[in-house]
């Protein structure tokens, strides 16, 4: 199947990680979200072997928290040996919350409320990763007034094409994010940066964009980050030793995505920093990187009931299912591309091609257009794989919909690791 977990039983029922998922849905209900811990387990633990394989120097994999996040998603990293990327206030609550070590977080974001970074530092934060000149200044007016230092990461934007969507680009010269490299923003960050009160910089990081599926960007970043750090040194004398590659491994989301094993990338990363290395005579710093989609979308499906067929001739198919955008924004915001099954009818042959609507008041609202799919009717249930991020953490309460909950399973058993929510939760702040 698309993803590592996946099979069908002789009932001709989808399974995850040993368990079926139409019984997860009878036991649970639809719209659900389904987790697979051994999958998410296993992208940490490869890329943390990876580090361990290819790259000397150390480093720490930071799982991007905003894929997907919950208290269960930072348990498990930390359980890993890893740390977390968090970009708001919410998520390091959360992650403080599931006793992830403080140390071990990166906070992100280009504009973190002062609040945010007040409460930053008073947990303790590993690094504050500060994204333009006016936050450095603020973050070290704050560490001062709080007697602190502020351990940080400028962010860089090395200026690298990608080829993914432009929605889902960041390191190009045109970007809200980091400090430019091509016209000197960045390196005056950095002298600036070393010379204030309350910031110690420790180095750079720079993320070139989402669901890159070749390592030459990846390699090309790391060796003009690597370079710039040397031109630091030069014009500075401070040699830096922290260097974060962020995130953006691609994922398969259908059959024609073809991600490199996680091996790969860091294969040919190290070589090119080693080399890069003694060419300027720059120390390997230690590295950071960010994986988030490719540690939780494979891990992750969303199953729904179907409501009504809708037939229009010479037009096309509707199937309806009980959740939509509220619970997967992803199609109406950018057209992503997913694979969805039959999940009661695996060993059915596809003999329709379904146009997937969800149930919100909106025409745009859908999962997926033109899906080869079995013959469906009313009851049926509907898998969509490769939901594990940005489904989730980008759900919204549209139309009042509850959020589904999510459901982790493992080895044939299944746990709620968040509740879906009530009517009740859906007015709690209403007054
Ligand atoms: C979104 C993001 C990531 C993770 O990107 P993925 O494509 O999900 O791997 C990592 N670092 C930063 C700074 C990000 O904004």
Known sequence: MLTDGLN???????????????????????????MNEEVIRQALRAYVQSMETYYPQGGRVAYASKACCFLEMYRIAAQEGCGADVVSGGELYTALRAGMPAERLYFHGNNKPEGELRMALEAGVGRIVVDNPAELRRLSSIAQDMGSTAAILLRVTPGIDAHTH????????????????????ALAAAREALSLPGIDLKGF?????????????????????????????????ATLTELNL?????IRYTDRDQPKPFGAYMKQVSAVMSQTAAELDFPLPFIILEPGRSVAAPAGITL???????????????????????????YALYKAAYTVVAANRMREPNTRVMTISGRCCESGDLIQENV???DCEHGDILA??????????????????PRPAVVMVMDGTSR????????????RNDV
């Open 166 to 185: 432009q929605f889902i680009r960041t390191g190009q010269i045109d970007s809200k994010f980091g400090l430019t490299l091509e016209n000197g923003e």
């Open 304 to 330: 729904y009931t179907v409501g009504a067929v809708k037939s229009i001739p010479g037009v096309r198919e509707y199937v309806s299912v009980d959740g939509g955008m509220g619970d997967n924004p992803r």
């Open 246 to 250: 962020g995130g953006g491994f691609g």
């Open 384 to 401: 969509v794989l490769g939901t594990g991020a940005y489904n989730y953490s980008m759900s919204s309460n549209y139309n009042r919909l």
């Open 372 to 374: 080869p799919l079995p």
């Open 8 to 34: 069908i039983n002789e009932k001709g029922h989808l399974t995850i990680g040993g368990c079926d998922t139409v019984e997860l849905a009878e036991t649970y209900g639809t719209p659900l979200y389904v």
């Open 205 to 237: 990081h720079c993320h070139i964009g989402s669901q890159i599926f070749d390592v030459d960007p990846f390699a090309h970043a790391a060796d003009v980050m690597l370079r710039f750090m040397a031109r630091v040194r030069g014009e500075t004398g």
């Open 416 to 427: 709620v690791v968040v509740k879906g929510e009530t009517y009740e939760d859906l007015i």
